[in-house]
């Protein structure tokens, strides 16, 4: 049906909760506003600068975060955010724990395995009040600031896609395995799936 917009995150699971998240964020229709690859490197523009120096910033502003690795491509952004709240006290205002623990698939890039798991059914037009401290207030937080400083600085013609994609990552071999897929990103780039 027009009009409805599937929800692509898991349904009750908690997006502020501990732990590892892959996330790509896209430009509008796969622009390339971020720079270009030349032999296997990525040379970032303007605004890919940017994104770069506030996707760093992202733990300035929630002090619970820490970006692992990440890689800014011509039209998309790969990287690790975990979120770790052991050094910043309690969890004020945060929803309760769920007891699923399932990954999202399959995600741009990445295998997707469910260990055996069933997936819950996701629901289509659902929309809830954004959690505080959830992965999805800082992915909005850190695109509405790239898109401030586009809007102030001449690139106002700079749009991000509405929505974002992410896998939670659950153990050790995985987080390596994303690691060497970001860090490769440049050198594979003829051959990933937001290349044009």
């Known amino acids: ?106 995600c741009h890039g990445m295998a997707y395995q469910n260990h055996g798991m069933s997936l819950p059914i996701q629901n289509t037009n659902q929309f809830s009040k954004p959690l505080k401290n959830s992965v999805s207030v800082i992915i909005n937080q850190f695109k509405s600031s790239v898109k401030r400083w586009c809007n102030k600085n001449g690139f106002a013609n700079f749009e991000w896609q509405s929505r974002f994609y992410d896998q939670i990552i659950h153990d050790e071999s995985s987080i390596q395995n994303i690691r060497r897929y970001i860090n490769n990103n440049p050198a594979n780039w003829t051959n990933d799936d937001l290349y044009i």
Not at 51 to 57: H, K, N, V
Not at 60 to 87: C, K, Q, W
Not at 94 to 106: E, F, K, M, N, R
Request: contains cysteine; proline residues 3%.
């Open 1 to 106: 049906m027009s009009g409805e917009r599937k929800n692509i995150r898991l349904k009750d699971w908690d997006y502020s909760k501990e732990g590892c998240y892959f996330l790509t964020i896209c430009c509008k229709e796969r622009q390339s506003f971020f720079g270009r690859i030349e032999n296997n490197k990525m040379l970032l523009s303007e605004i890919g600068s940017i994104a770069s120096q506030f996707w760093m910033e992202i733990p300035n502003h929630f002090a619970h975060t820490r970006v692992d690795e990440f890689v800014v491509m011509p039209n998309h952004l790969h990287g690790i955010i975990i979120l770790d709240y052991s050094h910043v006290g309690s969890r004020h205002g945060v929803t309760l724990q769920s007891t699923h623990d399932y990954s999202v698939g399959p």
